[in-house]
């Protein structure tokens, strides 16, 4: 406990409709277990009141008063992320841990995708990125310290069985602008590393992935089977992973992208296809 006492916490997307737990609602809740001032930013304003009133109602339970802040803001917008760093600056005075976890997945190839679908899988899984640690980091600069956790994935490091090659573009590019900003900013006190999980059961899953099988059942147990532990891992082994990277505990460590995919990049085959 208190691993993140008096830091504050930036989570671009972390609602969730309903308060349903997905990898975003799952790292904002450890982050506030862990003591941390989380503010929550997601497009939809449902899904900011969501997660707050999750984060609020299982701490509360559990005999602590979380402070926990909620933005509605669309993470691919200039003026939207620039106002949420600074609401965030003008509530808490400084941000600790800037974690990215917005991100979309979209089936089909370069024959298939329309070039809209392409531009909006730049702008939501890279672009926000960008913007946010544009706004971000002059914060972390000045205080000399300041971890930045982005969400990629396996599917940026390898084939994993799915016809999304824009997925696979945007998560790789997340990996290398991660690195790159590790690097440029190392010597100011900033790290900045890459969580990239693998066959995770989260909601996206079911909106998003589903469509390439015939029922959800198919789905379920062919990601599991597809798991080298047998069964996809959970939205706390990513928040897990991320709280790890954002705590001082891993102060040395900069620059890396961390699988969480019970050794998916390391088995010596690829997966079948998915579909």
């Known amino acids: 406990m208190n691993r993140l006492l008096n830091k504050t916490c930036l989570v671009f997307g972390g609602g969730s409709?309903?308060?349903?737990?997905?990898?975003?609602?799952?790292?904002?809740?450890?982050?506030?277990r862990e003591g941390a001032n989380v503010?929550?930013?997601?497009?939809?304003p449902e899904a900011v009141d969501g997660a707050v009133k999750r984060i609020t109602d299982e701490l509360t339970a559990e005999g602590v008063e979380p402070s926990v802040l909620g933005i509605a803001g669309n993470v691919t917008n200039d003026?939207?992320?620039?106002?949420a760093v600074d609401a965030t600056i003008a509530k808490f005075g400084r941000i600790d841990v800037l974690h990215n976890n917005v991100g979309i997945a979209r089936m089909g190839g370069p024959v298939e995708q329309p070039i809209d679908e392409w531009n909006l899988m730049l702008n939501v899984n890279l672009t926000s990125i960008f913007l946010t640690c544009k706004y971000v980091l002059p914060h972390m600069v000045a205080q000399g310290a300041g971890s930045i956790v982005n969400v990629g994935s396996v599917g940026g490091m390898r084939y994993i069985g799915y016809n999304y090659p824009s997925y696979s573009a945007t998560k790789g590019a997340v990996t290398q602008f991660t690195?790159?900003?590790a690097l440029e900013y190392a010597s100011r006190g900033i790290r900045a590393n890459t969580i990239a999980p693998g066959y995770i059961n989260t909601p996206?899953?079911?909106?998003?992935?589903?469509?390439a099988y015939d029922t959800v059942e198919e789905m379920v147990a062919a990601r599991d089977a597809l798991s080298p532990?047998?069964?996809?891992g959970t939205s706390y082994?990513?928040?897990?992973?991320?709280?790890?990277?954002?705590?001082?505990?891993?102060?040395?460590?900069?620059?890396?992208c961390l699988p969480v995919d019970g050794g998916l990049v390391q088995s010596s085959a690829p997966p079948a296809h998915a579909q």
Request: charged fraction near 15%; glycine fraction near 10%; aromatic fraction near 6%.
């Open 17 to 32: 409709i309903g308060g349903e737990i997905n990898n975003g609602l799952a790292t904002a809740l450890t982050y506030a």
């Open 39 to 44: 503010v929550v930013v997601d497009m939809s």
């Open 79 to 83: 003026a939207d992320v620039r106002a």
């Open 179 to 181: 690195q790159n900003v």
């Open 204 to 211: 996206m899953i079911y909106k998003q992935i589903s469509g």
């Open 229 to 232: 532990t047998g069964k996809m």
């Open 237 to 256: 082994d990513v928040a897990n992973a991320a709280l790890f990277l954002a705590s001082d505990e891993s102060r040395y460590i900069n620059g890396v």
